[in-house]
């Protein structure tokens, strides 16, 4: 399975972005889906998950109310719409593919990466 990341860009505080990411097989289906960052100088970190059927969905507590993770197996894309944004945002954004159909938010779960998209949010 090979990952497209897509979206990012520069936007001021209080702003939004659509990240989207497009998968090259449908095998990508039948798995839980994540979106993790990685800001400078820190570790990878969990934002958001949604499970393969798109019925259960978790966050990460500092986007919860503001981000929001949605799949189309159809077009077997996972999008993440993130709203309010805040400088502290500022990151690397990387969808993965889970070794299951849920999507926890540990990245040894994570067995396919896409080669990230970068957030940046200007105060």
């Known amino acids: 399975v090979q990952l497209q990341a897509s979206g990012g860009g520069l936007v001021q505080r209080g702003g939004s972005l659509r990240l989207s990411c497009a998968a090259s097989k449908r095998t990508a289906s039948n798995n839980g889906v994540a979106w993790f960052r990685q800001a400078p100088g820190k570790e990878r970190e969990f934002v958001a998950g949604?499970?393969?059927?798109?019925?259960?969905?978790n966050y990460v507590d500092s986007v919860k109310g503001r981000f929001a993770i949605s799949r189309d197996n159809a077009k077997n894309t996972v999008d993440l719409q993130m709203n309010e944004l805040k400088p502290e945002d500022t990151a690397v954004y990387y969808c993965?593919?889970?070794?299951?159909?849920?999507?926890?938010?540990?990245?040894?779960?994570?067995?396919?990466w896409g080669q990230g998209t970068l957030v940046t949010v200007s105060s």
């Open positions: 993965a593919v889970s070794r299951s159909p849920w999507a926890g938010n540990d990245a040894s779960g994570y067995n396919y």
């Open positions: 949604i499970n393969w059927r798109g019925g259960s969905t």
